[in-house]
């Protein structure tokens, strides 16, 4: 089947923020997360398999909306939720394309190996012209992120 690779990073538990001194950033907040992955959750009607890898696992502490949410995508054939010790490097050259959450080093890794990479953002919190996307493009809705799939998914 032809893989789609996606990376997303671990929303934590509200009370973790807490406990840091330096600045919350809202960025990986539960909701940003889940609106990113209920967007790569639609991508399943397309005939594509989607691997979600987890930056890592840190159990409990991951928010409990995000870890539900992990459990629906769970049901879906489509979907397979990788090992978050397995090898990012692995799976990107196994994909047909990699979209990333900003700004995780897997966009890059892509781009390297001549996969086609993006970055998405469906917030909105992220300008196209921003220094961190280091020359990687960044879709910020999900019509974008469709058209994009389409053209590298094509037959």
């Not at 509200?14 to 950033?25: G, L, P, Q």
């Amino acid at each position: 089947s032809i893989n789609l690779s996606v990376f997303d990073v671990q929303p934590t538990r509200d009370i973790f923020y807490k406990t840091i001194v330096d600045r919350y950033d809202h960025y990986y907040r539960v909701d940003n997360i889940l609106n990113f992955l209920k967007i790569i959750l639609s991508l399943t009607k397309f005939d594509i398999k989607i691997n979600i890898k987890r930056k890592r696992d840190i159990g409990s502490l991951a928010h409990p909306q995000y870890r539900n949410f992990i459990k629906i995508m769970e049901k879906n054939e489509k979907i397979n939720l990788i090992n978050s010790e397995v090898s990012a490097l692995d799976m990107i050259k196994k994909s047909k394309a990699v979209i990333s959450l900003p700004f995780t080093s897997t966009a890059h890794i892509a781009k390297k190996l001549n996969v086609p990479s993006v970055y998405f953002d469906p917030s909105g919190l992220i300008y196209d012209n921003d220094e961190a996307l280091h020359s990687i493009r960044l879709i910020n809705n999900s019509k974008l992120l469709e058209d994009w799939i389409k053209e590298n998914f094509k037959s």
